[in-house]
């Protein structure tokens, strides 16, 4: 009955809650909230004074009584009261812009591989506090690849690679189910702590996290070939307390990244060892597609394809795929629905 009922409202969503951003899409209107998974707190009304990208520029200028977090770490729940905050400002701005009085929207929220029962449990509640009427569950690279158009319902071997902020996930997808993956439980953020670490280090020159993930987006490349670009960064001197300005190579941030990179390399490499042989050949011909945002770090794509002697292609869009393929099943409920996860068992009774 409830696919009846979900076929006629018109405002239902589909929501990537993501560790660094947060996507909302609504049906029939498509992509149309893109922020920041950030929250400022009046610490004394627990009110809420801004979210997203309001949010974000009050990061490291707040007076005491304002607290500026992300609610979402590793791709889960950190704190329940704040995301359901903002999952709520979310849809409430949605139904502000709708201009109508609409039912409590359904909601398809995207969450990663590995999670316990515990912290499914926590997303269904947030959403449904937040002004949900049903939330389903997805798992966040199941979403990727359908967003990315690959043909997760057949027989064949679809490998995603889905680089988030504060998750990794590798996963082999073949008729309609996760086949084989690893789950990671860092990703792109840890990245910025490696710069902000190797500049300390190489400098002795504290940099902010903006600032060492505008290094990594504008000089990452981890398939460097010939000179190098540089760039001048701005942090503060260890020693003298002051602000100073450094020059910083793209081969000194490769430097500073790689070793992560290797790591995901060989977590690939793994998931394919553990994946049944006809799915791997067919993993070989087609290829492995990247999305998240870290997908967009400068020559992955050519270093995985190189050491895994795979073909490697970046998905259009990448930062949009989980949300985009959450629309997708909106859009087609009847014949995707079977790859929704079952709600989580209710842990009170
Ligand atoms: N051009 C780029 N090069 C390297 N990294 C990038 C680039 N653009 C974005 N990123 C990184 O992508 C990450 C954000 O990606 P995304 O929005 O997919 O993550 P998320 O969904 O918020 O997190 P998660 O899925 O782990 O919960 C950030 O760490 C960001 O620095
Ligand atoms: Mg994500």
Known sequence: MFKKLFRQLSKDMGIDLGTTNTLVYVKDKGLIINEPSIVALNNRTDQILAVGEEAQRMIGKAPAYISVTRPIIAGIISDFEVTEKMIKHFIDRVHRESNSLLPRPRVIIGIPLDVTEVERKAVEDATMGAGGSEVYLVEQPMAAAIGARMPIQ??????????????????????????????LKHGGLKLDQNIIQYIRENFNLLLGERT???????????FLEGASKEQKVRGRDLYTGLPREVDVSAAQIKEAIIGDIRELIEHIRDTLEKTPPELVAEIYQKGIILSGGGALLGGLDKLIAKELKIPVKVTDDPLTSVVRGTGLIMEDFDNLKDILLPPAGDMIN
């Open 212 to 222: 060492a993930e505008d290094v990594k987006k504008n000089l990452g490349n981890v």
């Open 154 to 183: 057949e027989p064949i071997g679809n490998m995603i690679v889905q680089l988030g902020g504060g998750t990794t996930e590798v996963a082999v997808i073949s008729l309609g189910g996760i086949v084989t993956f690893t789950s």
